[in-house]
């Protein structure tokens, strides 16, 4: 499929897309008014890690500081936590709170969702508290473990210091000193003293470092009570169903388009039917019924018609000219009379003495068209009951001629069948070059598989977008069954576009116009609006019996 194609589908299938998107957007729309408004409310922290160095100089461990924010991120989202948090608020369940952590910045945002704003406030300031305190507890532990260890070594070593200095003052004040005694002492007071000197710098760095171990943890700013709600996001609910609901028109577009059995396009038709197109007539600007305004893109059509059906007398020795022609539709409406009536014009116009046949008794328009009775006509004919001088009437156009339908019986299906239409058949063939019979839409009617085997060719009249692929398939094979090969297709009330164009000529009044009468049709004139009364049953001068 080209993307032509694809264009064409969407545009066949807007109205699907656009109902599909409108009743997602409105389920959309009625849901999130229906969810209930939830606030969410954010407290930010600051975490500061410093874990080597001295007072004077302070080195950071970016990886540490990120898993330690890791941890208390964690941390305020456990169970335990959570637990304290809904036991300090009185709550029977803790609220849904959430850490993030922003992204290369020292920060935490502590959000907290409850359907009472006030409540969402107070719980994510109150989190905030608890993680605080649950770091300086964690570090009062830490510290603990880290200094008394060595605070009771350096205390048990001041002790035997303190001791073994007193021992060597005792033995020097003796009244009879011991100099090997005191030189021992001496040894030994040395040692101790190194020894306490060592633990006290030992323990002053361990005690520095856990003094720059200590989380620096702070509220940058406590939480607001939130004035618009958080939830329902209704703009992203709005928008995915907006998604979802282009996504399921276009889907639904397309599967529509795969089940639909009716032709829109002119390459469909002719690959499901094998038949060429002779003629496309434009929709009509202006609504109209029956015979075309003069040099309107309408007209100009069934002129091209015309000359494909019926070519001229120098073009006739190579294409051969088929002398009865059958104009039946495929669906009801699609416009098988107008078309009838104005080929019959444009072949007389073209020198061709031509008879239009209506032999559609349920619904005849012929006689409408050219302003004929239709009290008589062709089943009074076929019945017997009147003769052809009385069934035929002239027209205002030269060597153009009609047969309205006349009243329709019961029994006019046998009638086309009968004899008697062979015979008027033959008979008209010896008197007119085109014969055109107006049949009922074919498979409405059986009239039309009657009339299909008296003729020499059958035309098809359609419109695109209303014929079904079963439906001409139907057709065909019953004139297959007849032996009647169809002359091709006819377009009717085909969009206009850039293919048809308006070229009317400019028409100059002269004085000679005003004196014509009963010569055919003005120029410039609405054959419509010319008086073509049932009374005036003598044609123009030419025109042929």
């Not at 359609?462 to 377009?491: F, K, N, W």
């Amino acid at each position: 499929m080209e993307l032509s194609a694809y264009f064409q589908v969407l545009k066949r299938r807007r109205l699907v897309i656009v109902v599909t998107l409108a009743v997602a957007l409105a389920v959309a729309l009625l849901i999130s008014t229906q969810l209930p408004a939830v606030y969410r409310a954010t407290a930010t922290l600051r975490m500061l890690t410093a874990v080597s160095g001295s007072a004077d100089y302070l080195q950071y461990d970016v990886r540490y500081a990120e898993r330690l924010m890791n941890t208390y991120a964690n941390l305020a989202t456990s169970q335990p936590v959570l637990d304290e948090l809904a036991r300090a608020l009185n709550l029977a369940e803790p609220p849904k709170a959430t850490v993030t952590m922003i992204t290369n910045t020292e920060l935490l945002q502590v959000s907290v969702e409850d359907r009472d704003p006030e409540l969402a406030r107070d719980a994510a300031n109150k989190l905030c508290e608890i993680l605080i305190s649950e770091a300086k507890a964690r570090y009062e532990e830490l510290r603990k473990v880290s200094l008394d260890t060595l605070s009771v070594e350096l205390s048990q070593s001041q002790v035997e210091l303190e001791q073994t200095r007193q021992d060597y003052e005792t033995a020097l004040s003796a009244d009879f000193p011991d100099a090997e005694q005191i030189q021992v002492l001496r040894d030994l007071l040395t040692l101790r003293e190194g020894r306490y000197t060592t633990l006290l710098a030992q323990y002053e760095r361990v005690r520095a470092l856990v003094e720059l171990q200590a989380p620096s943890i702070s509220v940058v700013e406590a939480a607001r009570t939130p004035e618009t709600p958080s939830q329902p996001q209704r703009p992203l609910i709005l928008g995915l169903a907006a998604l979802l609901g282009l996504v399921g028109g276009l889907g639904l577009a397309f599967l529509l388009e795969a089940l639909d059995t009716r032709l829109y396009s002119r390459s469909q038709l002719v690959s499901v039917t094998g038949l060429p197109i002779l003629g496309e007539v434009p929709a009509s600007r202006r609504r109209q019924s029956g015979l075309f305004y003069e040099h309107s893109i309408e007209q100009e059509a069934v002129h091209r018609l015309s000359v494909n059906l019926f070519p001229p007398e120098a073009m006739r020795e190579r294409r051969p000219v088929r002398q009865v022609l059958m104009v039946t539709s495929v669906t009801p409406g699609d416009g098988k009379s107008t078309l009838t009536a104005n080929l019959g014009l444009a072949a007389a116009r073209l020198g061709n003495r031509t008879v239009l046949i209506d032999a559609d008794a349920r619904k005849p328009a012929l006689h409408q068209f050219f302003g004929v009775p239709n009290a008589d006509g062709l089943s009074d004919l076929l019945a017997g009951e009147i003769g052809l001088e009385q069934a035929i009437f002239e027209t205002k156009q030269a060597r153009l001629h009609v047969i309205p339908s006349g009243p329709w019986t019961s029994d006019f299906f046998a009638l086309l069948g009968s004899a008697a239409m062979v015979e008027l058949r033959d008979t008209l063939m010896q008197a007119y070059d085109v014969i055109l019979i107006d049949s009922p839409t074919f498979l409405a009617a059986a009239d039309g598989a009657v009339l299909a085997s008296l003729v020499e060719g059958v035309l098809l009249v359609l419109r695109l977008g209303r014929v079904r692929r079963e439906t001409i398939a139907a057709i065909l094979d019953q004139l297959a069954h007849l032996s009647v090969q169809p002359v091709g297709l006819v377009l009717n009330c085909v969009p206009n576009n850039s293919v048809h164009f308006d070229y009317r000529p400019v028409i100059r009044a002269r004085a000679s116009d005003t004196r014509r009468s009963g010569t055919g049709l003005a120029r410039g004139v609405n054959p419509q609006s010319a008086a073509w009364s049932a009374s005036e049953r003598v044609g123009e001068e030419g025109a042929d019996p």
